[in-house]
């Protein structure tokens, strides 16, 4: 690293630093060109206190390196590497719930709050990793507005669905910003390669995804199937009926869930097809 004295560092402003512990110390200087380079070279080196601090920390070195000219592609390739790489070799084979979030409105959000956005995905993002960890869930990808998970029990993801919808809709966000996210459950058999979870499963799980709405969880018929055991007290599921989702060979039966602290009436699922014998009504597992 350049030299720099505990005087020169001590006049340094908080902003030529990518990370700032609670503490109060400042680590990773990204004031010039070699501190960026180094800042870089050193991410993986330090111990941050949270993922919320390390995402902060990646965003803040980002922006440092495009201010001086510089491509990290090393970075990010590492970074992509290590991730994939330790993720793939700790996710659940055999039959597994996934679980797809994606905000609602996410363009119009953007264009609201302008800078103050990446500050709002970064507080969903965070709401939501820690709802999928305290139900033992694994997180399989993030990327721009969307976030992929799975589980091993199916009650594990319900778990973390509702408690992610809970927690969006009691958060207070920037300028009353109405912060929703679509949630679709789908339980299958996928194949597990080096690069991450392959097949049908993966796909009904992205379709009952997209076809749900802000604030709303869907079930597959594969999830709703899965749950053998006894709903707590104020979870129900209610059959929407069956859809034709894009890309799937046969129509799909899509389930609500219904439960304390979360929106109930939303508009026909968004999707491509026509209704298949669509009649609504309360079923349990």
Known sequence: MPTLSATARARLPDSAFAYIDSQGRRRLPINDVSHVRNALARFDQVDFEDDAARERARERLLRAAKKHGI??????????????????????RGTVTFLLTDIEGSTRLLERLGDGYAGL???????IRTSVRSASGH??????????AVFRRPMHALDAALAIQRALHERVWPEKADVRVRIGMHTGRPTLTDTG?????????AR???ASHGGQILLSSGAHESFTERLAGGIAFRSLGRYSLHGLAE????FQVNAAGLITKFPRPRTIGPIRRARAGPTHA
Do not use: M, W
């Not at 399989?140 to 992929?148: G, I, K, L, Q, T």
């Not at 129509?251 to 899509?254: H, Q, Y």
């Open 71 to 92: 491509v990290p592609l090393g970075f990010f390739d590492g970074q992509l590497r290590k991730a994939r790489g330790a993720n793939v070799r700790s996710l659940p």
């Open 121 to 127: 995905l970064r507080d969903v993002r965070t709401i």
């Open 139 to 148: 997180e399989v990808d993030a990327r721009a507005d969307e976030f992929f």
């Open 197 to 205: 979870y392959i097949g049908i499963a993966v796909h009904t799980a």
């Open 208 to 210: 009952v995804c997209y």
């Open 251 to 254: 129509p799909e039966a899509l």
